[in-house]
Nanobody, 120 residues
Framework: QVQLVESGGGLVQAGGSLRLSCAAS????????MAWHRQAPGKQRELVAG??????????NYADSVKGRFTISRDNAKNTVYLQMNSLKPEDTAVYYC???????????WGQGTQVTVSS
């Protein structure tokens, strides 16, 4: 089985920074993508940033709302994905979830979520 454990959430003032980490363990295929999603109160869960494994180019993608402020990266040896969050805004307040998608099985795994709260 696969387990994802997030860390790094917390309270921060607008303009501040946080770094989220997500460590994956278990049977993880070489071809995969890892991503951060978030869900704010009353809103749908949305993709924040994603990154592919080396075998699929390691490409990244970001939600327009976080481009230029957030950076996603991964340590393939550790099966860990990070989200560096700079210039945080109150609108970034949400529960952030780590996601792992495996290919070709199509299996999808989620972490338990970590709360990020940005005060103004």
């Amino acid at each position: 089985q696969v387990q994802l454990v997030e860390s790094g959430g917390g309270l921060v003032q607008a303009g501040g920074s946080l770094r989220l980490s997500c460590a994956a363990s278990g049977s993880i295929s070489s071809i995969n993508s890892m991503a951060w999603h978030r869900q704010a109160p009353g809103k749908q869960r949305e993709l924040v940033a994603g990154i592919g494994s080396i075998s699929i180019g390691g490409s990244t993608n970001y939600a327009d709302s976080v481009k230029g402020r957030f950076t996603i990266s991964r340590d393939n040896a550790k099966n860990t994905v990070y989200l560096q969050m700079n210039s945080l805004k109150p609108e970034d307040t949400a529960v952030y979830y780590c996601n792992l998608h495996l290919f070709p099985s199509g299996r999808n795994y989620w972490g338990q979520g970590t709360q990020v709260t940005v005060s103004s």
